[in-house]
């Protein structure tokens, strides 16, 4: 099993850190910065083997290369962004595998967000990376990709298992909720969920991880039933100001 490091950075991004403990082997996810990485790491006494980024923006590799000087790491990411992502040194897509110590990762091709952007799904954790697809009650804008190539993707990931922990890169959970009850007006799922979420907020304490089985019934975006209708509703998010 994996053991999860969360690192808030920036203004609400999340950068984690995944150690196998057997092997001593550590890897960091999309490493928006390096210096609170290499400072958790170092505090934990754990070695940074490598760095699995899911796609090229630059608030999830803006770290990689000083990290990768720090550690001699290898970097994965996206093949269909290698040549977007800083030190890149293995390009993956669906199909191909990715593991720290003992524990095996698959890739998962999830473009919108970006074109290329990927998702690393840890089966024996119950553990899934998936950057900026997948929120907390949200999914990404569509910056590069279309709204049935995001409904394609999120198809993917609701095909997980429900307990799967869903470690998505940003603390955008209760601006996600304020859309969703608006998406499903009248949906207790969401009603409970938001309540809880800015409880937990009010706490200073982190909505994420969720957990697909939880995402299934709150997040307005996984439950679209067809292309379009997620399109509508992700306009509609973009344009929200509640």
Avoid at 67 to 80: D, E, L, N, V, W
Avoid at 86 to 112: C, H, K, L, M, N
Avoid at 140 to 155: C, H, I, K, N, V
Avoid at 170 to 185: I, K
Wanted: glycine share 10%.
């Amino acid at each position: 099993m994996l053991k999860i490091v969360q690192i808030p950075v920036l203004s609400d991004n999340y950068v984690y850190l995944a150690h196998h403990e057997a092997s001593g082997e550590t890897a960091v996810i999309d490493p928006a910065v390096a210096s609170p990485v290499l400072a958790e790491a170092e505090r934990r006494r754990w070695k940074i083997t490598q760095i699995l980024n899911t796609h090229w923006h630059p608030d999830h590799v803006g770290g990689n290369a000083e990290i990768k000087s720090a550690t001699g790491c290898r970097i994965t990411g996206p093949a269909g962004e290698r040549d977007r992502i800083t030190a890149i040194d293995r390009a993956v897509s669906e199909g191909d595998t990715v593991s720290i110590g003992a524990d095996e990762g698959q890739v998962i091709d999830v473009p919108g967000h970006t074109a290329g952007h990927n998702a690393y799904y840890f089966a024996g954790s119950g553990v899934l990376f998936c950057g900026d697809t997948l929120f907390a009650m949200g999914c990404g804008r569509l910056f590069e990709g279309t709204p049935a190539q995001m409904f394609d993707s999120l198809g993917k990931l609701a095909g997980l298992p429900d307990d799967t922990e869903v470690y998505c890169a940003h603390e955008y959970t209760e601006a996600n909720g304020r859309f969703a009850l608006t998406a499903e007006p009248g949906n207790a799922a969401i009603e409970a969920r938001q309540a809880e979420v800015i409880a937990l907020r009010a706490a200073g304490t982190p909505t994420v991880p969720s957990t697909i089985g939880r995402e299934r019934e709150t997040n307005p975006f996984l439950r679209a039933k067809d292309a379009a209708e997620l399109g509508e509703r992700r306009a509609a998010k973009d344009a929200f100001r509640g």
